[in-house]
């Protein structure tokens, strides 16, 4: 299983783009790169996820590097509702097991 | 319907107490999870159940005892739970769970559990 890592927090301005980085340098050929975020006492939400291609969505989109070993998660135009634990997962190779890091804590300051 | 459901929403129980968490989906899906939460910390995944078979048991105390009713409900019976077990339950349900393929987990809100 991929053993990702991320910054601790970031800032962001509002309306601004938040770019959040990770690293999974362990990540195997057919493990996918999976975003969710968690707001104060919330449940995780989905955000996006991807294998090698990038991927957009309604929410954000996902760059991930050509040797698999790191991507960003870019919200384009961050707003104070997108403050929250952002977590970059790396999908077990077994199945569907989320093991999750220690994620970045996002703040977007008005 | 893409929401999970968890009751209660809190709870407080005595060490001595048993008691039992509830997960419910409607989504028809075959994959259900339970994790468990403590402050500041990222989710731990505890149990997974893949057609209401257990699949995986994350080396979990027998304190916690999971069950599966039927495809739609997960449940976690709880008994002589100590101080450290408090924290956010959270439940999750994702399609299938098959190797080598991939599908979203939806998250429920999660109980919040205070053992006195």
């Known amino acids: 299983d991929a053993k990702t890592t991320q910054p601790t927090s970031m800032d962001c301005a509002e309306g601004r783009a938040a770019n959040l980085p990770c690293n999974h340098s362990?990540?195997?050929?057919?493990?996918?790169v999976y975003w969710y975020r968690q707001i104060h006492s919330q449940g995780p939400q989905y955000i996006i996820h991807?294998?090698?291609n990038n991927e957009t969505n309604e929410m954000a989109s996902l760059i991930i590097t050509e040797d698999r070993k790191s991507s960003t998660l870019i919200l384009p135009h961050a707003t104070l509702r997108d403050t929250a634990v952002y977590y970059c997962?790396?999908?077990?190779?077994?199945?569907?097991?989320?093991?999750f890091g220690t994620g970045t804590s996002l703040t977007v300051i008005p | 319907d893409t929401e999970v459901t968890q009751t209660p929403k809190h709870l407080v129980m005595g060490m001595t107490n048993k008691k039992s968490l509830k997960c419910e989906q409607h989504?028809?899906?075959?994959?259900m999870y339970w994790y468990k939460q403590k402050a500041k910390k990222p989710p731990e995944l505890m149990f997974v159940y893949s057609y209401e078979k257990l699949s995986i048991n994350e080396s979990v105390p027998s304190r916690f005892s999971p069950e599966c009713p039927n495809s739609s409900l997960l449940n976690l019976h709880l008994h002589a739970l100590q101080p450290e077990d408090s924290a956010l339950y959270l439940c999750a349900s994702s399609q299938e769970l098959e190797d080598r393929t991939t599908y979203e987990q939806y998250f429920g809100p999660g109980t919040r559990l205070t053992v006195t």
């Open positions: 362990t990540i195997s050929g057919n493990e996918y």
């Open positions: 991807g294998l090698k």
């Open positions: 997962i790396g999908q077990s190779h077994t199945g569907n097991q989320f093991y």
């Open positions: 989504m028809g899906h075959r994959a």
